[in-house]
């Protein structure tokens, strides 16, 4: 990953299909989907002792969680309510493991030409855990749920805003059209996401029912939740018998629970443990992905709310030291953008790097010398937000600003998006949609508070535009606000890893999510 240079991630192969080559779906891939037929190879997996056989229990111990986890489809914050989610539920469609889109769900989905209207052709056989037939009225009450204006969930912000709830209507017994106030070229990137599983009219939180290939048996939140393979399943069924999701708010923790075999898959393993956990039997998967573990500065607070001080802290990180020290040299420069793996990367913008001197001046001139600010972070955000918070309090010192790191536990608690200046995670997502959830005014995760009505008008703009070519102009055009105004510190872009058992077979790597996208139906037991 190194060895790339530093304006392109690594794993940003030429991935920039245009939306109608996306949802142009062969009937190969559509049969593949539910088992590991598109699981690309891009590192290191599981899977190389022979035939996979079924039956045991799949223990695995994911980072963070507290008594605030959820079962909620729509609303997963930390790592261990997204695992759930994502073994629990299906969206209508999602993103596979090369980081393009594929039918889940639903067969298909496809507008018209305006971009407005778009029809959803539902898959043929797919049953909620409880046996009943997926609907279009089902589809239709999902989509109103996370759309919901008075409450919209991460998935529904724009949809919210979008959504014309008269004219979305069922048309016939497995089809639905969904109606725009506005076009919207993109509305499969949201229907992919994790955060859309699909649910029943009749959902019930405390016996949550979806259509993933597992189903749910017990929680007990801030600790563990158990799930049963569903043999109903649509697609490939689970290989285990059981799953079992436990929380670990320790790395040290959950690392000794892998050697010691109480589980057999962690994610977000502790990149200085990488040759340890090797060394002592257990295996590592490393995936090439859009992760980041951002500083979020709050733009409407002091001091982060003078774009002279946001810069400076900006310049204070030596970015190259973080991926060297806190990954383990496993990632690649960020340059305060996101979504490295979309096309319209605005990658031509001039890379920063640390320049003490000019952060110096520009806190001077902001009337800031001897700057002393909080940084809160917090062991639930992953090993790599301590350690790099760390390091940004020895790299705050050479231009004189006093940076006192406070650890919350649970750091997604009640405080979560007030903090002034903060760490948070996020997993690979393109533009417009990770735009959508952190960096416009009402956004469901906008930890900076970024309200700018030109960036919002070049999304609304960029969204809207059916020309790949024109809409990646316009997206280059909002980075470039964000380059030069926005809250984020986003320092690099780290390689996931992960793990995992010799016992465990069947993990490939993926860019989306840890451990192959949590696609646990694809794992077996040996032994």
Request: hydrophobic share 35%; aromatic share 10%; charged share 20%.
């Amino acid at each position: 990953m190194n060895a790339l240079p530093p304006d392109r991630p690594a794993g940003l192969d030429d991935v920039s299909l245009s939306r109608r080559q996306l949802l142009r779906y062969s009937s190969l891939a559509a049969a593949a989907v539910g088992g590991s037929g598109l699981l690309a190879a891009c590192g290191g997996g599981g899977g190389e002792s022979g035939p996979q056989q079924k039956g045991g229990v799949l223990v695995h111990g994911a980072t963070g969680g507290s008594a605030k986890d959820t079962l909620d489809p729509h609303r997963p914050v930390q790592n261990a309510d997204i695992a759930r989610a994502s073994n629990l539920y299906e969206p209508l469609l999602f993103w596979d493991s090369d980081y393009r889109i594929a039918p889940a769900v639903a067969e298909s989905v496809t507008p018209e030409s305006d971009a407005k209207t778009w029809t959803i052709k539902l898959r043929q056989g797919v049953t909620f855990h409880n046996g009943k037939d997926v609907t279009p009225e089902d589809v239709l009450f999902t989509i109103r749920r996370v759309a919901n204006p008075k409450a919209p969930t991460s998935a529904g912000g724009t949809l919210s805003q979008i959504l014309d709830f008269d004219q979305t209507k069922k048309v016939d017994d497995t089809t639905i059209k969904v109606v725009l106030k506005q076009p919207y070229a993109i509305l499969d990137y949201l229907l992919a996401e994790y955060t859309l599983g699909v649910i029943p009219e009749d959902f019930d939180l405390k016996n949550p029912v979806g259509t993933g290939a597992f189903k749910y048996k017990s929680f007990a939140p801030g600790k563990n939740s158990v799930f049963t393979r569903y043999d109903g399943y649509w697609g490939d069924q689970a290989f285990v018998d059981e799953l079992h999701i436990q929380d670990f708010a320790d790395p040290s923790a959950q690392v000794n629970a892998l050697l010691a075999g109480q589980v057999q898959t962690i994610d977000n393993l502790p990149y200085n443990l990488i040759d340890s956990v090797k060394s002592q039997g257990s295996k590592v998967l490393v995936s090439n992905t859009g992760a980041w573990v951002p500083f979020t500065m709050r733009v409407d607070v002091k001091p982060f709310s003078d774009n002279r001080v946001r810069q400076a802290m900006r310049l204070i990180v030596d970015r190259q030291q973080m991926i060297d020290q806190a990954l383990s040299g496993y990632g690649s420069l960020g340059n305060d953008l996101y979504a490295p793996f979309d096309p319209a990367y605005a990658k031509d913008l001039p890379q920063r790097q640390q320049d003490i001197d000019q952060a110096k001046s520009l806190l001077k001139s902001a009337g800031q010398d001897g700057l002393t600010v909080q940084l809160f972070t917090g062991d639930d955000i992953g090993s790599v937000a301590p350690a790099t918070a760390s390091l940004f309090v020895e790299q705050a010192k050479k231009a004189g600003v006093t940076v006192k790191k406070i650890v919350k536990t649970p750091f997604y608690g009640d405080d979560y998006l007030s903090y002034p200046f903060a760490q948070d995670f996020w997993n690979t997502r393109n533009y417009i949609p990770q735009a959508a959830v952190c960096a416009v005014k009402g956004a469901t995760y906008n930890e900076t508070h970024f309200d700018n009505s030109k960036f919002a008008g070049l999304l609304q703009s960029a969204s809207a535009e059916t020309d790949e070519t024109k809409r990646n102009t316009l997206l280059q055009d909002a980075q470039k606000i964000e380059y030069d105004e926005g809250g984020f510190i986003i320092w690099g872009f780290r390689r996931q890893v992960d793990g995992y058992s010799s016992k465990v077979q069947g993990l490939k790597p993926s860019r989306y999510l840890p451990l192959g996208s949590y696609k646990f139906q694809n794992v077996s037991l040996t032994g």
